[in-house]
C-alpha cells in the first residue's frame, strides 16, 4: 500500500459518549470489519517513534458548515454535553510532524502531502 507500513485510527470523540465501553467496542467492532476488506491487522500499543501526529487545523465554523450529523447543532443546543470545540475546551497539539490546513487544500492533496512525508 504504497509503501505504507502502518496506519492508526484514533477515535477522540469518546467525550461524546462519555466513554461508555460498549459504544467504544462498537466503534471497535466497526473498523475491525472495515479493515478486513484491507488485510488491515490490529495493535494495540505503538512503539516509541511509530507515531506520526497530523493535525489538520480547520477553524470552528468551518467545522460546524462541514457537519453532515448535526452534531454541532445538537451541542449549541445543549444536546450533547462536553462537546470539544463548544462546551468543552479544544486543544491543538503543541508540535504536530505534519500540520495541515483544513482549508486550503482538498483532501486528496492533503493526504498527498502526508503520504510524501512518510515516504520521506
Excluded at 90 to 114: Q, V, W
Amino acid at each position: 500500500m504504497m509503501g505504507i507500513r502502518h496506519i492508526v485510527l484514533a477515535v477522540n470523540k469518546m467525550d461524546l459518549v462519555g466513554f461508555e465501553e460498549q459504544e467504544f467496542s462498537d466503534i471497535e467492532a466497526d473498523f475491525r470489519k472495515f479493515a478486513e476488506g484491507f488485510a488491515f491487522h490490529a495493535i494495540q500499543a505503538i512503539d516509541e517513534g511509530e507515531f506520526v501526529e497530523v493535525f489538520v487545523d480547520t477553524p470552528l465554523a468551518e467545522c460546524e458548515k462541514r457537519n453532515t450529523k448535526g452534531l454541532y447543532a445538537k451541542a449549541r443546543r445543549g444536546e450533547l454535553k462536553n462537546f470539544t470545540g463548544i462546551d468543552s475546551p479544544y486543544e491543538a497539539p503543541l508540535k504536530p510532524e505534519i500540520h495541515l490546513s483544513g482549508t486550503m487544500a482538498s483532501a486528496e492533496e492533503e493526504a498527498g502531502l502526508i503520504v510524501g512525508w512518510l515516504n520521506g
